[in-house]
């Protein structure tokens, strides 16, 4: 551009050059802007993260030499205009400095190319905060509602009362129960703040829980435990079992007058963590359920692993069952657990 400026501060009558240059000039390097800003429709097409190298560049330098061949046609019509409308020099000025006027617009174009990269990183990248910031807003609000499903009022009625009438009858087995209670809310609350813990915390909080539930319910209620295949110190979300232990027994043992059971089966394979919960029931003794139990321990899934992990459930012939797969919580997660 300094290059024109001079050539045009030369000429032998620079007056009348100016204001060719400036008729002719100006609302064509508008048009240069306005050809250029098109370019960022391109630029959402040509992500720079996902567009191969070579591609990216054959593309825009194809584009660049469309928009600026555009261009210069543009501007050789309106100077063959103002030369009809008595700006005799017009198209003596553009011919004359076409080879410049040409790389002065390959260099706006350019300029523009990078500025649209830029500002649709930044806008990309604001997003995906955004969206990160979401997530990590929805999984802690599931995992309150999990925490506060953790120390149901009934749950704490029945089983106080459960002491109370052991007192009377079996003393003996209130204090193993007491340590069980202490332990199981211990972990509700403590161990459900964090990030993440192991299979086996797990597991013995769902044993916590159900041996407690099992003294209420006496004989009637079997109890299985399969983890022999488990690795039971691979990382997974807290809470996670608790909710299909508390369904299995309120839906499960809870619908039931006569003899019930409760499998719990624990596996990890091939990289992938299987948690199987199944148990008899009565359809005919069942009450209505909210059904918040099975649908936060689905959003929780999903919020912390997308599509990797999978909840499937089925009743059928008086049992229950429902299936976890999902694979371990990264090792990043389980430093930040300190496990």
Known sequence: MSFILL???????APIFWLTAFVQFLPWYFLLLFFSISNVYLCQRLPLDS?????????QGLAACITIGLWLT????????????????????????????TLFGLLVYGVWVMLH????????????????????????????????ATVHPHFMYNSLNMLANLSQSAPDQIHPLCVQMSEFLRYSVNHGKKPAVTLGEELKHAQNYLAIERARFGERLTIE???????????????????????AIKHGAGSQ????FIRIRLSTQEQW?????????????????????????????????GDDARLTHRASDGLFRIEIKLPPLPAARRLEAKL
């Open 225 to 247: 435990y399969d983890y022999g295949d488990a690795d039971l110190t691979c990382a997974t979300l807290p809470l996670l079992l608790f909710p299909l232990v508390e369904n």
């Open 51 to 59: 567009t191969p190298g070579l591609a990216l560049t054959l593309v």
């Open 257 to 260: 007058l006569d003899a019930a």
């Open 117 to 148: 990269y830029t500002f649709l990183g930044a806008t990309q990248q604001q997003g995906k905060n955004a969206r990160q910031l979401e997530q990590q807003l929805m999984i802690k609000s599931i995992e309150l509602q999990s925490l506060k």
């Open 273 to 305: 963590v299987t948690v199987v919960v199944e148990n008899s029931f009565d359809p005919h003794g069942i009450k209505p359920g909210t059904g918040h139990g099975l649908s936060n321990t689905r959003r929780r899934l999903h919020a912390n692993y």
């Open 7 to 13: 050539q045009l501060a030369q000429a032998k009558d």
């Open 74 to 101: 543009a501007g050789w019509g309106w100077s063959r205009l103002l030369m009809q409308t008595g700006f005799t020099d017009a198209g003596a000025l553009l011919d004359g400095l076409l080879a410049y006027h």
